[in-house]
């Protein structure tokens, strides 16, 4: 979904191009410059109303904003003022402090930091949406954290966006719930020290600072990836749950790569 809408995104900008250039060469034909143009723009149209049909909007102050232009990525620690910009039944509303750009977070909403709470300028939300969804636009680090030692934050050069956001959706699909976890058929027990004494963690942040995703916590097991799910002090026993194949071996090759004693 987030390639569909990365191909979108582009298209939307080329056409903005597109429109640009025509206006600034001019034509001999006025007709067919005008209706070059307007074809263009409907097509833009089209193009926004599919990137954004799962949004929503508030108005704060007669300017319209919406939601969810930074696709999965959250938002840590979010800085406001003390007074709400809107309040309705919906939620408090407040001006994000500390960022470029004009952004209206709800305190209220039920999933912090998530794209749900987070609005900007609907007039800006194609840029933004576009400048989220190009890798060259963050950092990636892997946090390495080894027992009795403090963790270790190692850069990585590159790291394939879609299979860390694929990798982030499966830790939150199988996050610890305390009322189901003996009856899940994909959980396995192991003894903790067959896991050795490093956990891993994934991420990626925004250049601006303002947005990351974090992909915890991982160890290897027999040569795979696994996800650590729930460790049982008591028993010495570790809940475990192995990483899809595909996701384990890219994973794993970034973790091989690192420039630490493995």
Request: glycine share 6%; aromatic share 10%.
């Amino acid at each position: 979904m987030k390639i569909i809408k990365t191909i979108l995104a582009f298209i939307v900008a080329l056409l903005v191009l597109s429109s640009c250039a025509v206006k600034q060469n001019g034509s001999s034909d006025s007709n067919s410059e005008s209706s070059d143009f307007i074809g263009q723009t409907a097509v833009m149209d089209e193009a926004y109303k599919e990137l954004t049909k799962d949004t929503k909007t508030i108005t704060v102050d007669g300017v319209l904003y919406r939601n969810k232009f930074q696709g999965d990525l959250i938002l840590r620690n979010p800085k406001y003022g003390a007074e709400p910009v809107l309040s309705d039944s919906t939620g408090q509303y407040y001006r994000l402090e500390g960022t470029d750009h004009d952004l209206i977070y709800n305190a209220s909403g039920v999933n912090k930091g998530t794209s749900e709470n987070i609005y900007c300028r609907d007039i800006q939300w194609s840029e933004l949406n576009s400048y989220y969804s190009t890798s060259s636009h963050f950092v990636y680090r892997c946090v390495v954290r080894t027992t009795g030692s403090a963790a270790q934050t190692v850069d990585v050069d590159k790291m394939d966006t879609v299979k860390l956001n694929e990798l982030v959706r499966f830790c939150e699909t199988n996050a610890y719930k305390s009322n189901d976890f003996a009856d899940s058929d994909s959980i396995k027990s192991v003894p903790s020290a067959s896991l050795g004494d490093k956990t891993y963690r994934f991420v990626m942040s925004s250049n601006d600072g303002l947005f990351s995703a974090n992909a915890r916590e991982f160890c290897v097991l027999d040569g795979s990836l696994v996800y650590k799910y729930r460790e049982v002090m008591s028993e010495e026993k570790t809940l475990i749950i192995d990483v899809p194949e595909e996701l384990s071996k890219y994973f794993l090759s970034i973790i091989n790569g690192l420039s630490v004693a493995k």
